[in-house]
């Protein structure tokens, strides 16, 4: 399922932890700066692979030679170039996925003009984590539980496999409660590739393929998932 | 010897006893404390008193009263405005705490107590709050009430003067106009000078061939009538000599009203931006819960936008005027000062108010150090700080942080989701910026008492198309994520429900209390 090779264009405080967990996750990486100084930066942290071009020579950077499959990561520190370098990245290599950081909601939409497959604005996530302390304490709580890497809470993504007792069946006829699972939402290959909130109200079959996004305990998700490879 | 050890111990009595503290503070803070919450409706009753008391006493010039309108006035608002008096007299200082003061100082260099000395003090302050003008006009205003003597009843301007005491804009008109002292002043006795030899000259030009002009009195009563272009035409030039002098005066009159026009004008323009502030600051301090924003970045940009629907009152304060002035140009209640300065955030009810500090600067220095300025003012003030990464979060924790943000982390985060995990973005993304179907909210069950004693199973969220992701009781116990459908609900617990903003909004309104 990973993909094949990650290019992050840029190296600075605001992208070193996706950096350093991706490396960690043993995803390919190829660091693209445009300075010594990046460089030598990203060369202390230990990365190997780094390539120091001239990020707005579209040559240099159709030298990269990324796949298809390969995704591009824009977090240079200077949101007009980074808004450039999207658009150069989408003029040369149409067909991948460019991931691209934002500082500010007019940033967000010139990256999704320039061509960026998702945009994610740095104070966003943040800006709604403060909303949430000062009125809701305990969605506050869950939600760090959630995405806290110590805690036991977290989100998962479940295939549905050929031949599972869940083929043919519709959503509200099987009780995810039951192993102690909620399932947020799913893919209903039938329908789209789209990712389907189980809010929506609309009456879903399961079928084989579609994957479901369950959120749950870490012991009660993995328990769930070899139940439905049974 | 007797007498003094008794006057210490009715000294140390009055300042251990919390119910007489508790009473003085409290008239303090009524007739003093402009922060105090319930100030303004013993200023809103006051300035009531004044007009009805105005009212009576102008009306009666013309017209007979009934005799209880009379006693209304004598009476009660003369009795408040007395009783007023004297609780601002009282409140002003304390004795005993100066005799304790001189009781533990003498006790310390073992020299004898001397009563003298706190009494001194006591009043020689005493003395200058009586002498305050303030302190007249209250004096004076209780006057009128006294009926046989009439000509007591011009006293009824103090009580006009008296509303200034509880207007705060003719307050700060003087405070403006004070600022521009000088100038003021050398236009007062330009005027004069001004005045007085167009007064004289016109005497003795016209004291023989003007019938109008008697004395100098006279003359120096039609100078200032012409030179304020007033002009009553009682009194006129004949002579040659007289028509120049009037001809002079009405230019110089002209330039006069021009000067002081612009002078206040300036003054004006100059204080402007921190009336507003001030302003702002009063208003906001006037709310028992408030937030303060530090920093105006893009951080608080999104924070604002984001929080359409935030309940508190916030006010904004930023160091840098271009990001003050296009924060008042996007319509928010925003303060030019550095919010690291103890004298800053000192300006707002920190005694009173519940404050939340917002340290958002890009800074993480200055938010540490807001952090502990606010913490230092006083330990009740919550402060929710950014921080740029997890090294600088246990420094901001040491601070006294309440709540830390990470925005690079989070973002980073959202980018290690759509670069791992696409499927599971989505949701994640929706659940954290609080979107479309994700939306998650607390619902709690003393507001909405028709949940509790019902069973988990009998309510059925799926038909109002939410998920129960939890509950929390109202004890200490630990969260319990997706409840058994066993579980009952009980008086003070918290559901955690998630679906549609409008889901959410029914379902509430279903199980909210009538």
Request: glycine share 4%.
């Amino acid at each position: 399922m990973h993909r094949t090779k990650i290019f992050i264009f840029g190296y600075s405080k605001r992208s070193i932890f996706l950096t350093k967990s991706l490396h960690t996750k043993e995803f390919r990486i190829t660091i693209v700066v445009s300075n010594q100084e990046e460089y030598q930066n990203a060369q202390k942290e230990g990365f190997m692979d780094i390539v120091v071009i001239d990020m707005t020579d579209d040559n240099l950077l159709y030298s990269l030679d990324a796949k298809p499959i390969d995704d591009l990561v824009c977090v240079v520190e200077d949101s007009h170039f980074n808004v450039f370098l999207t658009l150069s990245l989408h003029a040369i290599y149409p067909q991948n996925r460019i991931i691209a950081l934002s500082d500010s909601f007019h940033t967000t939409q010139k990256l999704k003009m320039a061509g960026a497959s998702k945009v994610i604005d740095l104070y966003q996530v943040s800006s709604n984590r403060i909303y949430n302390i000062l009125n809701k304490p305990v969605t506050t709580h869950f939600i760090d539980s959630l995405l806290s890497f110590e805690d036991d809470l977290s989100l998962r993504e479940i295939t549905i496999p050929d031949n599972s007792f869940l083929d043919k069946v519709m959503v509200d006829d099987f009780d995810f409660s039951a192993h102690k699972i909620i399932l947020i939402g799913m893919i209903d290959r039938r329908l789209s590739e789209q990712f389907l909130f189980i809010t929506s109200g609309i009456e879903h079959r399961l079928d084989r393929g579609d994957v479901l996004v369950c959120m749950g305990y870490n012991e009660d998700l993995d328990r769930f998932g070899k139940f439905i490879l049974e | 010897m007797f007498f003094k050890n008794l006057i210490i111990k009715i000294a140390f009595y009055l300042y251990n006893n919390p119910n007489y503290k508790q009473v003085k503070k409290f008239f303090f803070n009524i007739l003093q404390n402009p922060d105090y919450k319930y100030k303004k409706y013993f200023d809103s009753f006051m300035i009531s008193l004044i007009l009805v008391s105005i009212g009576i006493l102008v009306y009666e010039v013309k017209h007979p009263v009934d005799p209880w309108v009379d006693d209304f006035d004598i009476y009660l608002v003369t009795s408040i405005f007395l009783l007023e008096y004297l609780l601002r007299f009282w409140v002003y200082n304390d004795l005993h705490t100066l005799i304790i003061r001189e009781h533990e100082e003498s006790t310390f260099l073992g020299r004898p107590f001397n009563l003298w000395y706190p009494m001194k003090i006591f009043f020689r302050e005493k003395w200058s709050h009586i002498t305050s003008p303030s302190a007249i006009i209250d004096l004076l205003a209780i006057l009128p009430a006294y009926r046989p003597l009439r000509v007591l009843r011009i006293f009824v301007l103090f009580r006009v003067f008296k509303l200034l005491r509880y207007t705060k804009s003719i307050h700060q008109f003087i405070e403006v106009l004070a600022t521009k002292r000088f100038e003021l002043y050398t236009l007062l006795f330009l005027l004069l000078f001004i005045v007085l030899t167009a007064g004289i000259a016109i005497y003795v030009f016209e004291d023989q061939s003007n019938p109008n002009i008697d004395s100098l009195f006279d003359a120096l009563y039609w100078a200032l009538v012409t030179i304020s272009t007033v002009g009553y035409g009682d009194i006129s030039p004949v002579s040659p000599e007289g028509r120049v002098v009037s001809m002079l005066i009405i230019i110089s009159g002209i330039a006069m009203i021009s000067f002081v026009t612009s002078v206040i004008v300036s003054a004006f323009s100059e204080k402007l931006t921190e009336l507003k502030e001030n302003r702002i600051i009063e208003e906001i301090n006037k709310n028992e819960a408030f937030i303060i924003i530090c920093g105006y970045g893009q951080m608080t940009r999104m924070f604002l936008k984001n929080s359409d629907l935030l309940r508190t009152e916030y006010v904004i304060i930023e160091k840098e005027i271009n990001r003050v002035e296009l924060g008042v140009k996007e319509g928010y209640n925003i303060i030019h000062d550095d919010a690291s300065k103890h004298d800053v955030i000192s300006r707002f009810n920190i005694a009173y108010a519940q404050i939340t500090i917002l340290a958002l600067t890009g800074s993480d220095v200055n938010n540490i150090y807001i952090s502990l300025n606010a913490k230092a003012l006083s330990r009740n003030i919550k402060v929710i700080a950014r921080a740029s990464n997890r090294n600088m979060e246990k420094k901001c924790k040491l601070a006294g942080v309440d709540h830390v943000v990470l925005p690079n982390m989070a973002a980073n985060h959202m980018l290690l989701f759509a670069i791992t995990q696409p499927t599971i973005y989505r949701a994640i993304y929706n659940i954290l910026t609080n979107q479309h179907l994700a939306h998650i909210d607390e619902v709690k069950s003393v507001t909405h008492l028709k949940l509790v004693g019902k069973r988990v199973d009998e309510i059925c969220f799926k038909s109002y198309k939410l998920l129960l992701l939890g509950i929390q009781a109202s004890n200490s116990s630990p969260f319990c994520f997706n409840p058994p459908s066993s579980r009952v609900i009980e008086e003070g617990d918290i559901l955690l429900v998630m679906g549609r903003k409008m889901s959410i909004d029914y379902f509430q309104t279903i199980f909210q209390e009538v």
